[in-house]
């Protein structure tokens, strides 16, 4: 059984420019949530897909947007990016919202 | 969203038990008590849940108050691998989403 992973593992890029994070769910799970970790903080909720809908929003302007696939991958995407986007992102994967198995994350600097 | 309160780090020696508290005095009903740590580097992994029972699995146990307003992680022999951040988190089921507040650091002493 395949777990969660998530490309690229790091990314560095300019204020003001738009990224696209990517997370490959385990196998048979149909809800994916991503999560921004600031260093030294715990992984603070954005938003969750179940079966390609948005299920779920936690306190994200809207540049902060997201896609789910019919094979449930799932995509974190990131407008005019700000200093303060600099975080590691987590995406988690889990059946119907129950227990989250997550990836290593997704280390993006902004400059 | 009930809160949880978690001491900020905690220190154990090698194979002895860890008792690592949570209190969630403003706990509802239908919130279910979740614990998920996070080793160096890595993310968070789910290590156990429970709603109003004790619990056991591999990894740990978990002590539920009677009035459910506090619980305690066990973990029955610490190893080094252990050392990690470990989030009491409260969650109801139905939501999904977790709230993690700054968690416990636990350090494990040869």
């Known amino acids: 059984e395949t777990g969660v992973t998530q490309s690229p593992t790091h990314l560095i890029k300019t204020r003001g420019q738009q990224v696209t994070l990517r997370c490959s769910s385990q196998s048979g799970h149909n809800t994916v949530s991503w999560y921004q970790q600031a260093l030294g903080q715990g992984p603070q909720f954005i938003f969750q897909y179940y079966r390609e809908e948005e299920n779920g929003r936690g306190n994200f302007p809207p540049r902060f947007s997201g896609l789910q696939f019919p094979n449930y991958s799932s995509e974190l995407n990131v407008n005019a990016l700000e200093l303060d986007d600099s975080a590691l992102y987590l995406c988690?994967?889990?059946?119907?919202?129950?227990?989250?198995?997550f990836g290593p994350g997704t280390r993006l600097t902004v400059t | 969203d009930a809160k949880t309160t978690q001491p900020n780090s905690m220190e154990s020696n090698e194979e002895e038990p860890v008792h690592l508290p949570c209190n969630h005095s403003?706990?509802?009903?239908?919130?279910?008590i979740h614990w998920y740590r996070q080793l160096p580097s890595q993310g968070p992994e789910y290590v156990i849940h429970g709603l109003t029972s004790n619990v056991n699995n591999r990894m740990a146990s978990l002590a539920i108050a009677e009035d459910r307003k506090s619980s305690t992680l066990i973990l029955h022999r610490a190893t080094l691998r252990d050392a990690a951040v470990y989030y009491c988190?409260?969650?109801?089921?139905?939501?999904?989403?977790?709230?993690f507040g700054k968690g416990t650091k636990l350090s494990v002493k040869p």
């Open positions: 403003t706990i509802s009903g239908t919130d279910y």
């Open positions: 988690a994967s889990s059946l119907a919202g129950w227990e989250q198995y």
């Open positions: 988190i409260l969650s109801r089921r139905s939501q999904g989403n977790l709230i």
